[in-house]
């Protein structure tokens, strides 16, 4: 599958839906990366006592009145994890499991991603490291793969490794990772034990913002930002709990404002 939109908002948060409630009102063709609802953060909250208005509510009862209004918005809700985002000179294509879909400008509304990047990760992206099983697994057809899992969908890939004839090396939620090779991929240590492999599979329920968007300036694990919420990648923007404390709905709803304002108007200079 292939879809352009004029803004992909990457995360269906609190944050990631004011700015798809704010690009919609701009008239922009917008759509929305998430995972389930009950993954996020706001979900486990057993009680919101200092948002204006609504107090009271629990984070669960919260997110639930979120997603009807994002879907009732008319803006695309793709549920999956976002893989990759490709500067594609001008516009950005942006890999969600074997779619793929591009846009003229990017909100990233993650969240916190905890997970830190691996050794040997970032450097061996693209050539043994991989996000996807379903989409690279093909790749590496009767070869050894280690596979490590970090979410429920890790399971369903294994199965898929083995039935196209990989030998998978399943690891689930290990400690000491770190990913081994020259020109590519030749091995996994985990544990302290080294294993040959010629893939590793990396299965997050969200991919960190340094891998997800390469050359992404950080600070202290936070997304660096201006005033209006742009990145220092043009045509990037990000917004709530991945720019930074404090991780309070309030100071998300206004930066998701800003950042689906700012970048409707990169998607009007684009034409």
Same mark, same amino acid.
């Given at each position: 599958?292939?879809?352009?939109?004029?803004? @992909?908002? @990457?995360?269906?948060?609190?944050?990631?839906?004011?700015?798809?409630?704010?690009?919609?009102?701009?008239?922009?063709?917008?759509?929305?990366?998430?995972?389930?609802? !009950?993954? !996020?953060?706001?979900?486990?909250?057993?009680? @919101?006592?200092?948002?204006?208005?609504?107090?009271?509510?629990?984070?669960?009862?919260?997110?639930?009145?979120?997603?009807?209004?994002? !879907?009732?918005?008319?803006?695309?809700?793709?549920?999956?994890?976002?893989?990759?985002?490709?500067?594609?000179?001008?516009?950005?294509? #942006?890999?969600?499991?074997?779619?793929?879909? !591009?846009?003229?400008?990017?909100?990233?509304?993650?969240?916190?991603?905890?997970?830190?990047?691996?050794?040997?990760?970032?450097?061996?992206?693209?050539?043994?490291?991989?996000?996807?099983?379903?989409?690279?697994?093909?790749?590496?057809?009767?070869?050894? #793969?280690?596979? @490590?899992?970090?979410?429920?969908?890790?399971?369903?890939?294994?199965?898929?490794?083995?039935?196209?004839?990989?030998?998978?090396?399943?690891?689930?939620?290990?400690?000491?990772?770190?990913?081994?090779?020259?020109?590519?991929?030749?091995?996994?240590?985990?544990?302290?034990?080294?294993?040959?492999?010629?893939?590793?599979?990396?299965?997050?329920?969200?991919?960190?913002?340094?891998?997800?968007?390469?050359?992404?300036?950080?600070?202290?694990?936070?997304?660096?930002?201006?005033?209006?919420?742009?990145?220092?990648?043009?045509?990037?923007?990000?917004?709530?709990?991945?720019?930074?404390?404090?991780?309070?709905?309030?100071?998300?709803?206004?930066?998701?404002?800003?950042?689906?304002?700012?970048?409707?108007?990169?998607?009007?200079?684009?034409?």
């Amino acid at each position: 599958m292939s879809e352009s939109f004029d803004i @992909i908002i @990457i995360g269906g948060g609190i944050a990631g839906t004011s700015a798809a409630l704010t690009a919609m009102n701009r008239g922009k063709r917008t759509a929305v990366i998430a995972n389930p609802m !009950e993954s !996020e953060s706001l979900y486990k909250a057993e009680k @919101i006592t200092n948002y204006p208005g609504l107090a009271g509510l629990s984070g669960r009862e919260m997110s639930e009145l979120l997603h009807r209004q994002l !879907e009732g918005s008319g803006a695309k809700l793709i549920r999956g994890r976002a893989l990759n985002v490709m500067d594609m000179g001008g516009s950005f294509g #942006v890999a969600v499991g074997n779619d793929f879909y !591009e846009t003229k400008t990017i909100i990233h509304a993650l969240g916190i991603t905890r997970e830190k990047l691996y050794p040997g990760e970032a450097e061996f992206l693209g050539r043994g490291v991989s996000y996807c099983a379903t989409c690279d697994g093909m790749l590496y057809k009767g070869k050894t #793969v280690a596979l @490590i899992g970090n979410n429920r969908e890790a399971y369903d890939d294994a199965d898929f490794l083995r039935g196209i004839g990989c030998a998978v090396r399943y690891y689930d939620r290990p400690q000491g990772v770190e990913i081994l090779g020259e020109e590519a991929v030749t091995g996994v240590r985990v544990n302290g034990r080294e294993e040959a492999a010629d893939a590793v599979f990396l299965l997050r329920p969200a991919v960190a913002p340094a891998a997800l968007l390469p050359g992404l300036a950080m600070e202290n694990g936070s997304v660096t930002v201006d005033r209006q919420m742009a990145t220092n990648l043009p045509g990037v923007f990000a917004a709530g709990d991945c720019t930074g404390a404090p991780y309070q709905v309030a100071k998300a709803v206004g930066e998701g404002l800003i950042a689906g304002q700012s970048a409707a108007k990169w998607a009007d200079r684009q034409g």
